[in-house]
């Protein structure tokens, strides 16, 4: 589980298949305080760390991975926002992000203001009822707010130290970014989707006084 706020911005060392995935060698500041098993969110996506030195450290990402993330298109020297898993008991300065990409959306409009920068992002229009106005979302592993709404696109409203210390200042139309809609949304939908089909998994009005509600 992680929090959106990015730790430090990594860097692409080494990209080598494995079957029909990919190893990926990323050089980080935290590299050596990592142990193998721990996990990272490598642009949004929860990778397993499998080797690790001072310099950098080693994930596998898997066809599933590479069907759902943008990690398939990173080469040697890309840029990574990179964030350890949360510690219970500390602030989340974020909100809940499990890591598990949703989809990939890509960015339509970059516009620099006076002291931020509105970026605006199209995505699947399925996904709509995941998205509410000031609501959270992550892009490719950040923590941000909707600022704005459409049917098939949000915007988010960056502030200089999220421009400055992470990916969003390469953003560009036409860039693809990773995205995970806010995991109690997508309960809650779900829920109401399956009581509308009947299907509640037991819960039922008179399940839920028996639980003292």
């Not at 509105?118 to 992550?138: E, K, M, N």
């Amino acid at each position: 589980m992680f929090t959106g706020i990015i730790e430090t911005v990594g860097r692409v060392a080494a990209v080598n298949p494995v079957g029909a995935g990919v190893r990926l060698r990323i050089e980080s500041p935290f590299s050596g305080e990592l142990r193998v098993d721990e996990s990272v969110s490598v642009s949004g996506a929860c990778q397993t760390v499998v080797a690790q030195d001072s310099r950098a450290f080693e994930v596998i990402a898997i066809e599933e991975t590479l069907a759902k993330t943008t990690l398939g298109s990173l080469k040697v020297g890309s840029a990574v926002n990179l964030e350890r898993a949360m510690q219970l008991g500390g602030r989340l300065d974020g909100h809940l992000v499990q890591g598990h990409v949703d989809a990939t959306g890509t960015v339509e409009r970059v516009k620099a203001l006076e002291t931020s920068w509105l970026c605006t992002v199209a995505f699947d229009p399925r996904y709509r009822s995941f998205v509410i106005p000031v609501g959270s979302i992550c892009l490719d592993g950040i923590s941000l707010t909707v600022a704005r709404l459409d049917d098939a696109a949000l915007t988010v409203a960056i502030i200089p130290h999220t421009w400055e210390n992470t990916t969003v200042s390469q953003w560009q139309p036409g860039s693809s970014v990773n995205m995970e809609f806010d995991m109690v949304g997508k309960y809650v939908v779900g829920f109401l989707e399956n009581r509308e089909q009947g299907d509640v998994g037991g819960m039922t009005p008179e399940w839920l006084r028996k639980q003292g509600f």
